[in-house]
DNA sequence: CAGATAAGTTGACGCTTCGTCACGTTCCTT
DNA sequence: AAGGAACGTGACGAAGCGTCAACTTATCTG
């Protein structure tokens, strides 16, 4: 009864929850140990704790942390895109146009209490890895959607490339500081976002105090 | 002579180079390494064996694979930052500040191959953990910089840190386009990201064709 | 409804990678 | 030349990973 015991597996397997209910329940897992230790600092095993499975369980759902991470960002671009694309269809001017993506992006970013509050804990994770399918195709979306605007007549024939690039970085770092600061204010964000892209750097808000963080 | 013979170490250690050539020989081996394997599929004994050192020695000069991946970072924004800072010090409109920034930091983007080149071998790295020391001291100087120039009324009295923010991400967002395209042009995405700060969209240049990637 | 097959769960195992550290060598000082 | 500081070395223990044979539950078939 020492090392060699090897008593191998007499499993005991229950089903006591369907597929679905398993998968959410180690993405919730997922989402809680990426706030509390930050996505480096977790392991498979630390996710596993947090749930009542067994480690091997955790493979018939995901391979790897990252690929947990990776489910957590295309749930955000499920749902952010169908949103996104209603109101880039809807605009009947650049302002809207660009206006409608902003909000809608910010809007999201401070609602999504679950998925963003981990992302938070890390100031990177923004950052990391955006090169899943599901979200490549919201770029990819982006891209058609500005690309038809253009041959719409909406804007002029620019460099589309360019100029999703730029829209996808302003987004995504401005997202980042209105997270950080007392309050997230997404009009304000978005006011600044559209009136850069609109008139440049002279066309933006003025301020008085410096209300920043 | 089994297992149990525990010949313990009677290492030899030469002192064929000195401490600051280990260092670049570990880095040097790392960015090949990086370039060849891809970060997340590179181990540090992958790093070590590139390399004429022994295993233990790398804890001599780095703690783990990312120390090693944010020392590269932080050469980049060594080199970088006097140069940034330079061309903004001497601007006297907004128009020189913005160009000469964007400019500065996609020439040295496009020319620093050594570290780029392991860069471009994955699509995110321009993205992972921008925070070390040496870079969020980059950051903050350009937040600097930009409060320095709206006191000297070179700029509106705007929100310094979602300027920053923007620039920022237009900066990061559109060097990684311009390095996945046939011939770097750093003159080009200059002129797109420029215009579109000083003027907005419509300010942007034209095009005739679809020169994209 | 028995028997067969598919689908899902379990935890111990083997393996990879990690970071350390006792020991050996070289350099530097006096 | 003596001795201590600095540095290099590789075997070791610990940690984490992904797998898989054994087992349980669900579904199907006639």
Redesign the interface.
Known sequence: MDLNTTTRARAAGKRERTKQQNRQLILQAARQVFADLGY?ATTVRDIVRATPLAAGTFYNYFNSK?EVFQAMQDEIALRIRPRLHEERAKATS?EEF?SGTFRTFFEYVASDEANFHAIRRN??TL?????TPEILAGFQELRTDLEEAIANGL?????????M??I???????A??MLRRARADTED?TR??TA?????????????S????
Request: hydrophobic letters at 55%.
């Open positions: 480096g990252e650049i660009i100031t990177d950052r990391v890895r955006m090169d804007f002029p024939s620019l460099d589309a490339d360019y100029l690039a730029a996808v970085g302003v987004a995504f770092e401005i980042e500081r964000a600044f976002a850069l892209f609109m008139g440049g750097i002279k066309a933006l808000p003025t301020i008085s410096g209300d920043v963080a």
